[in-house]
């Protein structure tokens, strides 16, 4: 399962490097100038995902909104809702924390989120419960323009808090992290 991992990032790798070809220069943005209004300097954005198969179904999306303070440094917020479905079971689990990112080179950033995240889990006799549990992040991101004012970004984060995983909504404390991202 991790060389299938390996070998599927190692290709996303490869597949991004190639759409490099393509890359236009951003124009100047207005927040850089003194006289630029707060809705120039906001972005707004996020991810979703989608997996499933015979017994199992899972649904996400995490919008964001963010507020660019100067050209390489920018914070906001990220909300996160998922909808889980197992065999005869379902759970509804949310979140969200607030983000700060800084720009280290054209394309590439590094990022933290400290995110609290409220979900459910079933418990060997069909009774559910919920748990509240914390994940502060810390990783480094890449940033490709689709065009003038959309931009599609990756982001490898790791839990800094995970510890053993007891109180961790996820299994493990790498999380990889794609979205489009728009007036970033």
Request: charged share 10%; aromatic share 18%; hydrophobic share 40%.
């Amino acid at each position: 399962m991790k060389i299938r991992s390996v070998i599927m990032g190692l290709l996303l790798i490869v597949g991004v490097t190639a759409v490099q070809a393509q890359y236009r220069a951003p124009k100047n943005n207005s927040y850089s100038k003194q006289n630029s209004s707060f809705a120039d300097r906001l972005y707004f954005g996020g991810g979703g995902g989608l997996s499933g198969g015979n017994q199992y179904l899972n649904v996400s999306v995490s919008p964001l909104v963010g507020y660019k303070f100067t050209e390489s440094f920018s914070s906001g917020l990220q909300l996160t809702y998922q909808y889980v479905k197992f065999a005869n079971a379902s759970a509804n689990n949310f979140g969200g924390g607030p983000f700060a990112n800084y720009v280290i080179a054209k394309k590439f950033m590094i990022y933290s989120q400290y995110e609290y995240m409220s979900y459910e889990l079933y418990n060997g006799f069909g009774e559910k419960f919920r748990f509240n549990g914390r994940s502060w992040f810390a990783g480094i991101g890449w940033n490709s323009p689709l065009n003038d004012h959309v931009s599609f970004q990756v982001l490898a984060l790791y839990d800094l808090i995970y510890g053993t995983g007891e109180n961790s909504p996820y299994s493990q404390p790498w999380q990889f992290r794609m979205g489009i991202v728009a007036g970033f």
